[in-house]
């Protein structure tokens, strides 16, 4: 189970792992983006817990093809790392931070 997930916790977790890279520390950076687990937002909507039957999309809330683009930087920058690629992950990750930047977009 990743944090709670809210605008704050994610551009930290994204600045985290970012400043990690530059360091070249890819562990820390991975850790970083693991631990926020941002693959939640992209899964099938889950089903509401109130008594209707009605489903809640996770990735509404904050915008659903802001979610899907950083989710796809994040990606690219693990799947970098696990390649030892440390500039394509630190480009993947300031990617992802700047699209989550980009509110409402």
Wanted: proline share 3%.
């Amino acid at each position: 189970m990743g944090i709670m997930l809210n605008e704050e916790s994610i551009a930290e977790s994204l600045d985290e792992a970012v400043r990690n890279l530059e360091s070249g520390n890819t562990e820390q950076a991975q850790g970083a983006l693991e631990v926020l687990d941002f693959g939640r937002l992209v899964r099938r909507p889950i089903e509401d817990s109130s008594k209707t039957v009605r489903f809640v999309d996770p990735a509404g809330p904050f915008g659903g093809e802001r979610v899907y683009a950083t989710y796809q930087h994040i990606s690219a920058c693990l799947g970098a790392i696990d390649k030892h690629e440390l500039e394509a992950a630190l480009s993947e990750a300031k990617a992802a931070e700047a699209r989550w930047a980009k509110k409402g977009k």
